[in-house]
Each structure stands twice: as structure tokens, then as C-alpha cells.
């Protein structure tokens, strides 16, 4: 990546969580899923997830965490250009969920349009955004990773149900010193592997009818053992890749965010390269796999916790449906 005379800098965060906590003890109390407590914190390290009220979709969700992320920066809804939302759980396929959410806040200057990426998409739309900052186009861009997983899951395969849960949080990206904020990113597809998480239907290839809908063709379908092994393999490289193109080593990141899919693809990683429990951020426990919404969540939560501080050197791993990868080095 050449470097521009501007940065793309992260001028502020917000994130919103549902309030209703679903618990694995629930889970465990429906027999027809024949799960548990313990298989789940075992194989996954979730315990509970968030799930959105029954009036709530995912601009609502982006809404409520961009208002958060306003009123962190101080910046007002007039002064945003650009509005991306990373998610996989639209409020419907068109119009695009920034145009509902462009309309909520009022953001009455801002363009905006949906990233379909799943759990990467935080990633894309953060290295997206700053495309637009970099070159002097735009001046704020909102990027929003939100999603409403609990409505495409299938509620009857318990090897996909108690994966998941809604979030969403959002950064405000304006022009900084070179230096700051993005510093490098790295982005790749293995299209090859993208019947191994998908929801078959409610696009152009199979329209929902009745038959389509028994057979929960229009949920999450996920070969999780592939995902796993392809996920464990490929972060590392991508990692490396971002941090080589920000000229920095493992020694040099203050924390490492992963998307947060599973407790044992987490630690895989971090043992990988030496880094301790305090350099790497899990929210798995608390949040589930909110996709597009588990980094900002997770930026967020260790924020609060002091573990952030300006000038921090942050990894970012995205992975997931498609099978996409993308890592990015901010400073903080
Ligand atoms: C989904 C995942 C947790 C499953 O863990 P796993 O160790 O691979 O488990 P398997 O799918 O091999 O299943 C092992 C056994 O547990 C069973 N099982 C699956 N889900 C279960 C559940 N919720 N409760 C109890 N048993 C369960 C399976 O039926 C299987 O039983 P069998 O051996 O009798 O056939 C894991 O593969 C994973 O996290 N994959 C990656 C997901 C990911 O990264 N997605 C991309 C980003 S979104």
C-alpha cells in the first residue's frame, strides 16, 4: 500500500447489544435439541448471546450503535458523507439498510450502501471507507457492522443455533496524519469454498415458498469441521500479510481482534503467534458470533475495560462466509 499524505483515522466508536440474553442453560432446557451447557462452552466458549426484540432489525440496531459512535466523536449527522453497513441480515434486500439508517439519523448529506460479506465485513468496509478518505473524496465515513443472525437461524439444528447472536457497532473514520489509523490491509476470497456457509434461499437463485421454508433452506446452513480447519489455517497468513504491509511484527501489536466464531480458533491463532491472553480480545462468551458485529463490539468492550489507548497497535482478523479473509493493522 503506497502512503497517502492523508490516514484514514478512527475518529470515534458506539455499539448497541440487544437487551434479551439468551443463556445456554436455555438452550439446553429444549430436549428436542439434545444440547448442553457443557458441550457448548466446551466445543465454542459461548455461554449466553444477545438477541433482538421482536421490532427490532438490524437498522435499528446499526441505528442505535451510530448514534453511540456520534456522540462519542461529537461530530453531527450533517457532517457524515458516507454510510457503509457490513451485515448479511439486511431488513430486507432492498433498500439498503444505510438508506434506512441515512434516514434515521437524519444524516441528511450521506450516501451509503450494504457490504454482503458475513463476518468479514467489518474488515472490507473499514479498508472500503478509507479508499474514500485517503483519496480526499470524503471527509466522514460511518462504517457499521451489524447483524440480526437470530433471524436466519434455524432454530431446530442445534449444530448451528447456539452459534449465533445480534449486535452491531459502529466507527467513524475522518482524515488524519499519516501514520494514523488504517495502516494497512490485506483482503481475500476462496470462492471454492463458498457452499460451506450460506442461506440457500431469498435471493435470485431460490425463492422462499412454503416447501423451501420446512426445509430451513432460507437459514444459516454452515459445514462447520471445514470452516474450522480452513479458518485456523488462513488467519495466521493473513495476519502476517497485514502486518508485513504495515511494516510491523507481533511484537509490535498492542492487541490482537479476531471475529469472534469459536474460543478454539481464537487461542489457535494467538498461540500461533506468541501472544498472551491480555494482547487478544473474547467476547465469544458473552456475545456469541454476532458476524459483521463482533469487532466493533469487541473494540468497544476493551475500550471500556482501559485496555485501548490512543496510539495502541490493533490486528484485525475478519473471516467467514465465502470464504473471505481480511486483516488490517490500525493505530488506535
Ligand atoms: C461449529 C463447531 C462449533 C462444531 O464443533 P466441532 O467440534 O467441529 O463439532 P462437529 O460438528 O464435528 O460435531 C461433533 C459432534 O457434536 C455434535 N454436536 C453438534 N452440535 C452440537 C450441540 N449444539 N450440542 C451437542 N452436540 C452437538 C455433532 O452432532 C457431532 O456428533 P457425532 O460425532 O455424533 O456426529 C465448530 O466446527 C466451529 O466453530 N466451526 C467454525 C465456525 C466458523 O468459523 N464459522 C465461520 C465464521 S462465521
Not at 453497513?85 to 441528511?108: G, I, W, Y
Not at 485517503?134 to 439444528?157: M, N, P, Q
Not at 479458518?231 to 492487541?255: H, K, N, Q, S, W
Not at 491472553?277 to 471500556?304: F, Y
Request: charged share 20%.
Amino acid at each position: 500500500m503506497s502512503t497517502p499524505s492523508i490516514s484514514a483515522k478512527v475518529l470515534g466508536l458506539g455499539t448497541y447489544l440487544p437487551e434479551r440474553v439468551l443463556t445456554n442453560a436455555e438452550l439446553q432446557a429444549r430436549p428436542e435439541l439434545d444440547t448442553s451447557d457443557e458441550w457448548i462452552v466446551r466445543r465454542t466458549g459461548i455461554r449466553e448471546r444477545r438477541l433482538a426484540a421482536d421490532d427490532q432489525a438490524t437498522s435499528d440496531l446499526s441505528t442505535l450503535a451510530a448514534e453511540a459512535c456520534l456522540a462519542d466523536t461529537g461530530v453531527s449527522p450533517d457532517a457524515i458523507d458516507l454510510i457503509i453497513v457490513a451485515t448479511v441480515t439486511p431488513d430486507m434486500l432492498f433498500p439498503a439498510t444505510a438508506c434506512l439508517v441515512q434516514r434515521n439519523l437524519a444524516a441528511r448529506r450521506a450516501a451509503g450502501y450494504d457490504l454482503l460479506l458475513g463476518c468479514t465485513g467489518f474488515v472490507s468496509a473499514l479498508a472500503t471507507a478509507a479508499q474514500f478518505i485517503t483519496s480526499g473524496s470524503f471527509e466522514h465515513v460511518l462504517v457499521i457492522g451489524a447483524d440480526t443472525l437470530s433471524r436466519i437461524t434455524d432454530w431446530t439444528d442445534r449444530s448451528t443455533c447456539v452459534l449465533f447472536g445480534d449486535g452491531a457497532g459502529a466507527v467513524l473514520l475522518g482524515p488524519g496524519e499519516p501514520g494514523e489509523g488504517l495502516l494497512s490491509f490485506v483482503m481475500s476470497n476462496n470462492g471454492e469454498a463458498s457452499g460451506l456457509l450460506s442461506m440457500p434461499a431469498g435471493g435470485s437463485r431460490l425463492r422462499i415458498t412454503p416447501e423451501v421454508a420446512a426445509a430451513h433452506l432460507d437459514c444459516i446452513r454452515m459445514e462447520g469441521k471445514e470452516l474450522f480447519r480452513l479458518a485456523v489455517e488462513g488467519i495466521p497468513t493473513a495476519a502476517e500479510d497485514a502486518m508485513r504491509a504495515a511494516g510491523l511484527g507481533p511484537d509490535d501489536i498492542d492487541m490482537m481482534i479476531m471475529h469472534q466464531a469459536n474460543i478454539r480458533i481464537i487461542e489457535a491463532a494467538a498461540e500461533r503467534f506468541g501472544f498472551p491472553p491480555e494482547k487478544v480480545a473474547v467476547t465469544i462468551d458473552r456475545h456469541g458470533n454476532t458476524s459483521a458485529a463482533s469487532m466493533p463490539l469487541a473494540l468497544d468492550e476493551l475500550r471500556a475495560q482501559g485496555r485501548l489507548s490512543a496510539g495502541d497497535r490493533v490486528l484485525l482478523v475478519g473471516f467467514g462466509a465465502g470464504f473471505a479473509l481480511a486483516a488490517a493493522v490500525v493505530r488506535w
